[in-house]
């Protein structure tokens, strides 16, 4: 029995690319399957080998303009033949209409990497592509999972050469922000389809608030915020201006990430009772009793996940029975410290719609895994 060729090709689709090299060695029908466009459409490409010129990349270069949604993982950034082969995935991929993008880095980085090398490719990339322009079908782009610092001039050019972005997110966690707000403000001009957003909250301004404001603007789906020290030298936004942008998008929901180099004093001016939060991390390795009865006061009706990295104690067990009780949309809770019995009792009977859960009452060795409900 012979599978229809759609059949096999959705079969590939499921394989890495050295696998997809191996099986397209197997027989003359399975090599010919292999350069349906479904086998491309969806794929991950992980630049591990150490060589510039992979065998199994090389094999399939003509095909990598089929691929429409596109996962590049950069391993062991030391090693510029990684670097190097990322680099030709991405101007082999934007020659054709590339639609999604998401660009990581595993491993270690090298000291003083500054990921020139990459920002500059990625730019090459979108704006060189042969018989297209760039990015011009590019409507979805994640740069969270890349460690160096990204530009403004990236950032910039980016929205030039995309004008169909819907989502973009550049809150890559780094320990420093260079993108200002005008940029913001230029990107949003620029893209007027994004509803998806990933910023540092130095990013934010009145400025960027009032172009999201726009009647003519498309409605705003998601903001992910990653707050760092730095985001205490800059005003923040008040919870009149939270309400105003939840009035005029009411479907969005938001994404917050405080890190432990955020002073303590600075978290309630971030965590404003208007902010449609839907996600929080709360990164800090001390005491979170207060800021946990923050949250059951203000986020009850609309918080999914919550995730702290804190210190135990009996009030902590009790803020966190509160929190519970109260927010009955939970779906995750991860909470990185112990916790008695009765809390993890409380979310499972309180939180009907939770799955996934890590709430540990003894300690155990790291990394502390999370327990999933069937």
Request: with cysteine.
């Amino acid at each position: 029995m012979e599978f229809p060729e759609e059949v096999l090709a959705h079969i590939f689709s499921y394989l890495s690319v050295t696998e997809r090299d191996s099986a397209s060695a197997v027989c003359k029908r399975w090599s010919q399957s292999m350069s349906h466009p479904r086998v491309w459409r969806y794929t991950e490409i992980r630049c591990e080998t150490g060589e510039q010129e992979d065998p199994a990349l090389q094999h399939f270069s003509s095909l990598l303009p089929l691929v429409r949604h596109l996962k590049i993982t950069v391993s062991s950034l030391s090693d510029p033949a990684n670097r190097s082969a990322a680099l030709s995935v991405l101007r082999l991929a934007t020659s054709g209409p590339l639609q999604t993008l998401s660009l990581s880095c595993s491993g270690g980085v090298p000291l003083f990497y500054s990921g020139h090398d990459l920002e500059e490719g990625l730019e090459a990339a979108l704006t060189t592509a042969p018989e297209h322009v760039g990015g011009a079908f590019l409507s979805h782009l994640d740069l969270r999972g890349v460690p160096f610092t990204l530009s403004q001039s990236l950032v910039r050019v980016l929205a030039r050469q995309s004008p169909n972005l819907r989502s973009l997110l550049v809150n890559n966690q780094t320990l420093v922000c260079k993108v200002e707000p005008e940029a913001v403000v230029e990107v949003l001009g620029l893209c007027p389809l994004l509803n998806r957003l990933g910023l540092f909250y130095t990013s934010l301004s009145q400025k960027v608030v009032d172009e999201l404001l726009l009647p003519q603007r498309c409605p705003l789906l998601a903001i992910e915020l990653f707050c760092e020290r730095f985001a205490k030298y800059v005003p923040p936004l008040e919870d009149n201006v939270w309400a105003g942008l939840k009035h005029r998008h009411p479907g969005l929901k938001v994404s917050l990430i405080l890190d432990h180099t955020l002073p303590m004093d600075h978290f309630s001016s971030v965590l404003q009772p208007s902010v449609p939060l839907q996600h929080l991390e709360l990164l800090t390795f001390t005491d979170l009793v207060q800021q946990t009865h923050l949250v059951t006061q203000s986020y009850s009706h609309a918080l999914e996940t919550i995730i702290l990295q804190t210190t135990s104690s009996p009030e902590l067990d009790s803020a966190l029975r509160s929190l519970a009780a109260a927010c009955s949309h939970l779906r995750e809770v991860h909470c990185y410290c112990v916790v008695s019995c009765d809390v993890v009792r409380a979310f499972k009977d309180c939180c009907p719609h939770l799955w996934r859960y890590t709430l540990k009452t003894r300690k155990e060795p790291h990394p502390w895994r999370c327990t999933v409900i069937k």
